[in-house]
């Protein structure tokens, strides 16, 4: 591995080509805030694949993607105009290098962590996340409430789980994990009564939530049983994210090698009849067992 001096040499000389880029390169010249975001969105996607699949070559190649945008960002922020695609040009503004990212960075890791660099105490992750949440309500400019600072914007899945995490830390868990079964059972039970009071050809819910007051039921209670098992991941330390997205993967592995099977047959896939695709299925779903012994 490299030496500390390897790597600040290393940083620095990204941080040189970012400000040739910037200077020299047509496309990086045009690049804001607004119009990096999406891209960083994206990025970011690229290396929880990356991470799900276990490959350490990726994983290095996309990190190196996400710190670009790190960068990018400062550098859009130490300078003159004010870069933001949508809004007319505002004198003056807050500026900062990644000097400061780094700073602030590091004053919030410290604030952050009393049981490092203060007088708190904690001996295991568990206890280190409660008091995570107890410091960032004390912090300045930081949280208000338990819930705050969840984005808006995460993936449905995450937030739950974020959700969930944070109101753990704050107290608001079972008592044995176990307990949490009875509740899955009773919400897949709510749901399963609702939906056998579904009418034939409901309504989809609309915008807003308007729509068959049953299918909004339907919704509701759906909503409940994904709830409460991300609840049941987070109590047996399983990342809900990652295992839906293993999920996903292994789906498509399987599903490619039945398409191909019937290439090898001169078929298309639409050809096949569900028997057939299911016997096909097993074949996959019995190699992937032979590659794992």
């Given amino acids: 591995m490299h030496s500390r001096e390897e790597q600040l040499q290393a940083f620095d000389r990204l941080l040189t080509v ?27 996607y690229e290396l929880a694949t990356a991470i799900v699949k276990q490959d350490m ?25 004010w870069n933001f695609s949508d809004s007319a040009p505002q004198e003056p503004h807050d500026r900062f290098d990644i000097a400061d990212v780094c700073n602030r960075l590091c004053d919030k890791l ?25 410091v960032k309500l004390k912090e300045k400019g930081g949280n208000k409430t338990v819930l705050e600072g969840i984005p808006d914007s995460l993936p449905t899945l995450v937030k739950a789980y974020r959700i ?37 050809n409901p309504t989809p819910p609309l915008k807003g939530g308007r729509g068959d007051l049953k299918t909004n039921a339907i919704e509701e209670e759906m909503g409940d049983v994904l709830f409460s098992l991300i609840n049941v991941a987070r109590l047996y330390k399983v990342r809900p994210d990652n295992a839906l ?6 789906f498509i592995s399987r599903f490619n090698y039945i398409e191909q099977k019937a290439r090898e047959q001169g078929r298309q896939v639409t050809d096949l009849t569900l028997d057939e695709m299911e016997a096909l299925w097993q074949e996959a779903k019995f190699a992937d067992l032979a590659n794992l012994a």
């Fill in 164 to 200: 969930q995490d944070k109101a753990a830390n704050a107290g608001f868990d079972w008592e044995k994990k176990e307990d949490v079964w009875e509740k899955v059972k009773e919400e897949i039970a709510e749901l399963e009564q609702a939906m056998r009071s579904m009418p034939d």
């Fill in 110 to 134: 410290i604030f952050r962590h009393p049981h490092v660099y203060g007088p708190e105490a904690a001996q295991n992750a568990e206890e280190v996340s409660r008091l995570w949440e107890q």
């Fill in 245 to 250: 997205e293993k999920t996903n993967l292994k």
């Fill in 18 to 44: 970012m400000d040739e880029l910037r200077e020299k390169c047509p496309w990086d010249r045009k690049q804001t805030f607004d119009s990096l975001r999406q891209n960083t969105i994206e990025e970011t």
């Fill in 57 to 81: 070559n990726e994983i290095a190649k996309e990190l190196g993607d996400v710190l670009l945008h790190v960068v990018f960002y400062a550098k859009l922020g130490s300078e003159d105009k």
